[in-house]
């Protein structure tokens, strides 16, 4: 048996077989896609007649969000079950689509998840899953994909947040990581920009979504002015990755928000941040 078909029969993957001798069919991978944004840039590229591939941990989700899109009239996307937290998980995902046939030519890396808290009190091995989902993963299906998406000239849009513009005190690691996914977007952007590959990272304020429940953070924890509904955010993504942008930061508050950490002295802007963070730690 396969490596590949040994991580299928330990994981809950299901296989797509494809023809044998066939050529592989190049798809749009869309990560996180059980929720929020990355529903949302589902439905912006299935509408704009982009082959899909679903996946996160939660198949039910998948499976209602790849009918719904059906139902549209769209190509049905597949639904791929992985875990990226976990360290097989981008494997098991990649052996899915080889065995599928289906040659990855964008990769929309969107799953992630923050905490809110002290570095100090919050579990270490939660925080350290923020790395391993938020950075780890999403460089290893970078680095795997990056082969087919030069080859079809496609690219990777990435998911990163205005929080990947500034440290940010009570979500210390979350925002680190942020700022990794920029710089490393950015980067790629430069280096993969000759070979005709669009590398953007779209960095979104606040949007209502599941994100907040699982960071422990209350709705209104950021001002309302710079809230944005998933599809919006998600739809200005899509055009801006597509036009060869860099960065996408929907939202004219929120390009301020970033714009200000870049200009100001870096102590002010931490200062500011860790008086906020202070407050709304007096509040509860
Ligand atoms: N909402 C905001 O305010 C906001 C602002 C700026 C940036 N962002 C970024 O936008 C992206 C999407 O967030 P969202 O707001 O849409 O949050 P969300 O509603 O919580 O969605 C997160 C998605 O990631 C998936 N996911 C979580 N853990 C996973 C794992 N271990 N393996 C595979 N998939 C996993 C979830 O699916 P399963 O639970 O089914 O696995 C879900 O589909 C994140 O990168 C986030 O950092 C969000």
Redesign the pocket.
């Known amino acids: 048996m396969s490596s590949s078909l040994q991580y299928a029969a330990r994981s809950r993957i299901h296989y797509y077989m494809s023809p044998p001798g066939s050529t592989p069919q190049p798809v749009c991978l869309i990560?996180?896609?059980?929720?929020?944004?990355?529903?949302a840039l589902a439905y912006e590229f299935a509408s704009h007649g982009h082959t899909l591939v679903l996946?996160?941990?939660?198949e039910p989700?998948?499976n209602t969000l790849a009918d719904a899109i059906a139902a549209r009239g769209h190509a049905r996307p597949r639904v791929i079950a992985?875990?990226?937290?976990?360290p097989e998980?981008v494997a098991n995902l990649a052996a899915a689509l080889q065995h599928a046939g289906l040659d990855v030519s964008i990769l929309v890396n969107?799953?992630?998840?923050?905490l809110l808290g002290d570095v100090a009190q919050l579990d270490p091995a939660k925080q350290l899953?923020i790395v391993?989902?938020?950075n780890r993963?999403l460089t290893d299906l970078t680095l795997r994909f990056i082969p087919g998406i030069t080859r079809h000239k496609g690219g990777i849009l990435n998911?990163?947040?205005?929080?990947g513009f500034m440290p940010g005190p009570g979500m210390a690691v979350?925002h680190a990581s942020?700022v990794y996914v920029v710089s490393l977007t950015e980067a790629l952007h430069e280096e993969l920009k000759a070979e005709g590959v669009k590398v953007c990272a779209l960095?979104?304020?606040?949007?209502?979504?599941?994100?907040?429940?699982?960071a422990g953070m209350p709705d209104d924890y950021?001002p309302q002015a710079l809230s944005r509904s998933?599809g919006r955010v998600a739809r200005e993504g899509y055009e801006g990755f597509m036009a060869g942008h860099r960065i996408v930061v929907p939202g004219g508050a929120n390009r301020v928000a970033t714009l200000l950490p870049r200009l100001l002295p870096r102590g002010l802007v931490l200062g500011f941040l860790g008086w906020r963070w202070w407050r709304a730690r007096r509040r509860g």
């Not at 969107?110 to 923050?114: L, S």
């Open positions: 990560t996180g896609a059980s929720a929020g944004i990355g529903a996946t996160a941990r939660r989700e998948l992985a875990d990226l937290g976990q998980g969107n799953a992630g998840f923050g899953a391993d989902l938020n993963a998911v990163a947040s205005i929080a979350y942020k960095c979104p304020g606040p949007v209502p979504t599941e994100f907040n429940n699982r950021f998933a």
